[in-house]
């Protein structure tokens, strides 16, 4: 068995499918740079990112794919599911080793596998559209705090710079340590070790907008006049709503000012 | 902004959610000259509440004061509780401070009637004005038309407004004679028609030029009581299959009973909601929608009720038998789709995935295929599979066996009344 380590970006997976091909790799297992520890495997092989390399594969994958298709590896990657570079390399090698699409050959596993990892990245990334709840602070910066499973700023960023065109905004990703930044003409990546403290009461205060606790109470107040109680249907609510999402949604978040 | 709005805010919203629908989907409405707001088409559900419906829409009335006494409706005039108006700026101000934080898609205003049907409606369309031209606001807003307000402002809601919703409250006439003894049939009729017309005219216009302003691009809605009265779901489908074939209406919503007085006209306090019941008519609406069947497939004179027990699908499958078996390798996406547990995306799925190679029943299984249900009625040409000597009858008793109706423990409870 062969390691195969590679920088952890898409890039450098890009071009480690070029080394495999290149060298004849066989029998391989992707590991990210920085976990790869002490050496588990017989044999390994240290993938140098190069642009040019993973540009040829991305051009060969290309020309056998929907833009719909190549845009959906992108995605599967996201998914950072366990995995996912080695369920992305056999469908790579399932395009390869074809003259056709293939991408609705969804008997075949690789096909199949790919899809299901794409589907979890293209569903949570709809969920923070959604589930992204801005705090006006002080100097009028809309910011919100996620976690989610999959790594979907990438996705979710032009959504918001056509949406909230006119405010400045920050959506950070409190997992992955990074966040977007729009100012008002372009979005930029922004890695900044935020206090995830910030989200306590007392710090909101100090740093939110006069009327951003007022517009949270107004939000409760609106999201519990809504729900129709001999309609209750908490596995429902749940299902749409899951619990790992709850502690940055203002609705789901008691109000402090209701313990005082 | 201060505590009487808060207050307001809960008494317009609770008010206000008996009405179900919350869609902010089919509108393209781009961001201009840095805006704010964008719509893609597609819906965004910002929440759930604990009853599972979904927050798209900031959905309130501007009052819950009402000259109207319709039995079935909360704000009726002779019912003792709390009223309360906002003002034009409070409701532009809320949207706009919700939608900027990301809780909502857009606007859902709808209105008791005060006054005059012109008066509200003039406030409705004022509001929707306000947040289009002095915010440039490019969100959703859906607006009710007030039944009895004039043409001449239903065509002005029509230029700020996504969706226009006139709601037909019961399925029959005489049922609205019944409960809403102040409302006429033809009041919500004659307002459908007409926004049916603008609608379809803007449309026609704007292929020619492009200029032409949008007039409510996702079209009109409406919604149906359901349980209320005594109307079977062939009465209750038929005026649905009305709706979209003549008034060309996007959604039409069906809206299960929560009984909310003690009027003896209408079912009792403490009476079920009928949810099952609710989400049969949803699946039916669907299958006339969207899988190509007509209405008489679905309910008709000899049974004018859905089973509560089967989806409608498999309902048409077992009266239909003589159809099946459908071999998946060859047949028709059209005829797939009424295959009973497979649905519009999986027969796509299968569709696509026989160009490859020959499926069988593993591959179907594996493509997150209701295998289970559809079994009965899929051929493959080897091994041959198909169960034929059993009647509708037994397939039926083998499907209900099997499955774990989500809606067990509802079932006990509702089948008892009858």
């Known amino acids: ?260 | 902004m201060n505590e009487r709005v808060m207050e307001k805010l809960g008494i317009l919203a609770d008010a206000a959610k008996y009405d179900v629908s919350c869609s902010s989907a089919l509108s393209k409405r781009e961001n201009k000259n840095k805006g704010l707001g964008n719509a893609k088409g597609y819906g965004i559900c910002h929440a759930y509440t604990e009853d599972g419906r979904c927050v798209s829409l900031l959905k309130i009335l501007l009052t819950n004061h009402c000259i109207f006494d319709c039995a079935y409706c909360v704000s009726r005039k002779s019912n003792d509780i709390k009223r309360a108006a906002f003002t034009v700026q409070e409701v532009v101000d809320l949207t706009i401070g919700f939608y900027r934080r990301n809780y909502i898609e857009g606007l859902f205003l709808s209105s008791g009637i005060f006054d005059n049907p012109d008066y509200t409606m003039e406030r409705l369309v004022r509001i929707a004005k306000k947040l289009r031209s002095e915010h440039n606001f490019n969100g959703y807003i859906h607006l009710k038309a007030i039944p009895g307000a004039s043409e001449a402002l239903l065509k002005e809601a029509g230029l700020y407004a996504d969706r226009l919703s006139v709601n037909v409250e019961m399925p029959t006439e005489q049922s609205l004679k019944l409960l809403a003894p102040d409302k006429n049939h033809i009041d919500v009729i004659s307002p459908m028609k007409y926004l049916k017309n603008e609608i379809i005219g803007h449309k026609e216009e704007k292929k020619s030029n492009y200029k032409t302003p949008l007039f409510a691009p996702a079209g009109q809605s409406t919604q149906m009581v359901i349980g209320a009265t005594q109307e079977n779901d062939l009465e209750i489908l038929g005026m649905a299959d009305y709706f979209y074939q003549q008034m060309n209406m996007k959604r039409v919503y069906y809206s299960g009973y929560v009984p909310i007085s003690y009027d003896n006209r209408l079912p009792a306090i403490g009476t079920p909601v009928p949810m099952i019941r609710e989400n049969r008519l949803y699946q039916a609406d669907w299958l006339i929608r969207y899988y190509g069947f007509n209405v008489n497939e679905i309910v008709g004179f000899n049974h004018p009720n859905l089973d509560l027990d089967i989806d409608p699908k498999l309902g048409w499958a077992l009266r239909n038998l003589d159809q099946f078996p459908v071999d998946i390798n060859t047949a028709d996406l059209e005829l797939i789709k009424r295959i009973p547990g497979i649905g519009y995306l999986s027969a796509q799925k299968i569709v696509a995935a026989r160009k490859f190679k020959k499926l069988c029943p593993h591959d179907l299984q594996k493509m997150g295929i209701a295998y289970s249900r559809s079994k009965y009625f899929l051929a493959f040409a080897t091994p041959f599979q198909l169960q034929k000597d059993l009647t509708s009858i037994q397939i039926r008793d083998h499907i209900l066996n099997f499955q774990k109706s989500k809606y067990k423990n509802d079932f006990s409870n509702q089948l008892s009344l009858f």
């Open chain 1, 1 to 260: 068995m062969t390691e195969v380590i590679y920088d952890g970006t898409y890039e450098g997976w890009l071009t480690a499918v070029f080394d495999v091909y290149e060298y004849k790799l066989a029998d391989i297992v992707f590991t990210k740079n920085e976990t790869s520890g002490a050496l588990l495997f017989a044999t390994s092989h240290l993938v140098a990112t190069d642009i040019s390399k993973a540009k040829r594969v991305l051009d060969g994958l290309k020309q056998h794919l929907s833009p719909e298709g190549l845009a959906d590896m992108y995605k599967a990657f996201l998914s950072e599911l366990p995995q996912i570079e080695e369920t992305m390399f056999q469908f790579a090698r399932h395009v390869f080793s074809n003259s056709k699409n293939v991408e609705g050959d969804y008997s075949n596993n690789a096909v199949w596998d790919l899809r299901k990892a794409t589907r979890l990245t293209r569903k949570e990334s709809h969920r923070m559209e959604a589930f992204v709840r801005f705090k006006l602070t002080k100097d009028q910066l809309y910011y919100a705090i996620i976690e989610p499973d999959c790594d979907v700023l990438p996705l979710i960023e032009s959504h918001f710079k056509n949406r909230y065109a006119d405010q400045r905004w920050l959506i950070y990703d409190g997992k992955r340590k990074y966040g977007i930044y729009y100012d008002l003409e372009n979005v930029s990546t922004v890695e900044l070790q935020f206090d995830m403290k910030a989200t306590s009461f007392k710090h909101s205060t100090e740093i939110c907008d006069a009327e951003e606790d007022f517009f949270q109470n107004l939000w409760r107040r609106y999201f519990n006049s809504v729900n129709i109680e001999s309609r209750k249907n908490m596995k429902l609510h749940i299902q749409h709503m899951p619990k790992r999402y709850w502690k940055h949604l203002i609705e789901k978040i008691p109000n402090v000012n209701d313990y005082k």
